[in-house]
């Protein structure tokens, strides 16, 4: 949609072409939306290129290249974004590894994060109306301490920074948080008790620890060097520098959290109470906090080189001493925090004016950032007339063309929409057949269900090509249809590097898979929704008539799947049947249950 506005733009007028044209540099994310835009933006730029660029044709092919070449930077307070999202999954995997048994971690997020969200959501003024005590809590602080100015801040309009200042302030403030609960406020929710387990809890204080030193010692250095540097190539040095720090605070972090060590100058090191509580040792945490430091090292240095190939030593922009280079790039800052701002007033704008059309809000911001007010007053009384009618003869037309192209959007999603339905309709007819094949071919094999079921049937098998077959279809079943969980999801590969695996290989696989199915157990789950069908007689209805069979039991470690027997004609019991030749087949007999396709019968009289 984008592009398309600026090709509409662009060929109404020579103007609008030339400014694309002059595009030389973008900034990104690196977002898969921001690299599809950039190669789209691209291609457009050497379509328009031939056409407004005079003596094109007389042009040599480096000097062709050099026009059509964009630079494209990853922007610096993105990357603070990034890390404090490799600092959760450091920190997660990290904590799963050394688990004390004090440690509850609830759901995917690491012990050492959630205070930041737990003390924001208690202390933080605004943040949880309902559960939160903010109101108690300042009163409590200008009490016993007189006025503190360390604050918590909210997650709502702080993004880059938040995570590693909430983690300094959690740790400067875990005393005073024990005397609140202590002595002077009576818990009376879950969010109260939890953030008093977690202020006592060794590894969440360690980690607050490190995120509250990385805050004050790399991130709000960065930061402060990213606003004041005006050209992106003079950023070079200090992710240089910052690379170098934290491969060497990968193999040792004590200076890190014994010391303020610091990859930029103690200059951009602000120093203060908070400071001075995070460098203070503390034989509690502090052999923790260095191991969890070492480990978020190794993964800001990985994030480095991954996010900043293009600055770092040897990249394509690693010389900022190129004058060419440096001519080009001229007007890019390093950071994007211009357009982040205007997102920012358009979601203030969206919440404070909900009604407003999204042509309003776009013209308020283009007035107040362009100098609107200002440019409007260099101009005379007549020419604001003047300038003033035009507009207003000019809004009809603009309002009308807003409401075509809203249409055309909306049409084009309702399209996608419908696209996006039919593939996940072919989708799934597709998985449905794949499993009626699967369901097909072990019912030919028989799902194996014991370990010494596996030689048993394989002996009764006289081909080899057949042999993989059987084996084939029990790894199969079990991974699409029952779909067992494993660790190694290569127990389930057929082949590699295009060659068949051996059948010994396969062999070993399926017992593995019937072992750990076997020590999940074997009994029927009894809820109040459901029937007991183990060791019932029923009438099982398919397409081509009603059986009769006899539940058997479940298939151990999947309890939604029945093994069930059918009665051949003049049998009428379990009893009657040929242990040794009667066929086991599976279902998931309570979903036939519910529609009407399975009935209880009732007992013979003895």
Known sequence: DIVYDLEECSTS?????????????????????????????????????????????????????????????FCGLHLLVNMAEVSSSVLLNFEEMHQAENDHLI?????????????????????????????????????????????????????????????????????????????YFEKNNRLHNRCLELVNNTTAMAGCKV???????????????????????????YYDDLLAFCLTGSQDATPFIADSWSPFSTSFVKKDDVLDCLLETNDEVDLLATQMAQALFSGYAELLKRAMPEQLQGGLYSNQNDRSLRLDTKSVKPHNKDPESIFGRLDFLLRYKPVASTLANEAMLMYSYNKGPEWLESKTDKEKEQLVKEARSKGKNLKKKFKERSKQIKEKRSETLKMKEQAVKQKRERERIYHEKLTSDITYYGLWQKVDDVEKQLSEIRTKTEQRNALAAQLLFRKCVLKQDVVDKSIFLLSKNGKNLPIEELKSNVKKLIGDALELGSSEPQSRNQVLLVGKDVKHKFEDGEYLGH????????????????????????????????????????????????????????
């Open 107 to 183: 759901g995917t997020e690491a012990l050492s994060i959630e205070p930041t969200r737990v003390a924001s959501k208690c202390f933080g003024r605004g943040v949880d109306e309902k559960s939160g005590c903010y109101s108690s809590w300042k009163t409590f602080l200008n009490t016993s301490e007189g006025e503190n100015n360390v604050k918590f801040p909210t997650f709502r309009g702080n993004r880059f920074n938040i995570v590693f200042v909430l983690g300094s302030c959690v740790f400067y403030h875990q005393k005073n948080i024990k005397r609140f609960f202590g002595d």
């Open 211 to 237: 995120l509250g030193l990385v805050s004050k010692m790399i991130t709000g250095p960065l930061w402060r060097i990213i606003e004041g540097t005006k050209h992106v190539l003079d950023m070079n040095k």
């Open 551 to 606: 539940v058997i039991g479940v298939v151990p470690g999947f309890p939604s799947y029945y093994n069930i027997v059918y009665f051949e004609q003049g049998e009428n019991s379990v009893d009657e049947l040929d242990a040794e030749k009667t066929p086991v087949y599976t279902y998931k007999l309570q979903d036939d249950y519910k529609v009407g396709n399975l009935s209880i019968l009732p007992p013979k009289s003895v």
């Open 13 to 73: 007028t020579k103007c609008g072409r030339k400014i694309i044209g002059n595009i030389k540099n973008m900034m990104t994310d690196r977002a898969l939306t921001n690299q599809r835009f950039f190669d789209m933006l691209k291609q457009y730029r050497e379509s328009i290129l031939p056409e407004i660029t005079e003596g094109w044709e007389e042009l040599s092919e480096i000097e062709k290249e050099s026009h059509m070449h964009l630079n494209i930077f």
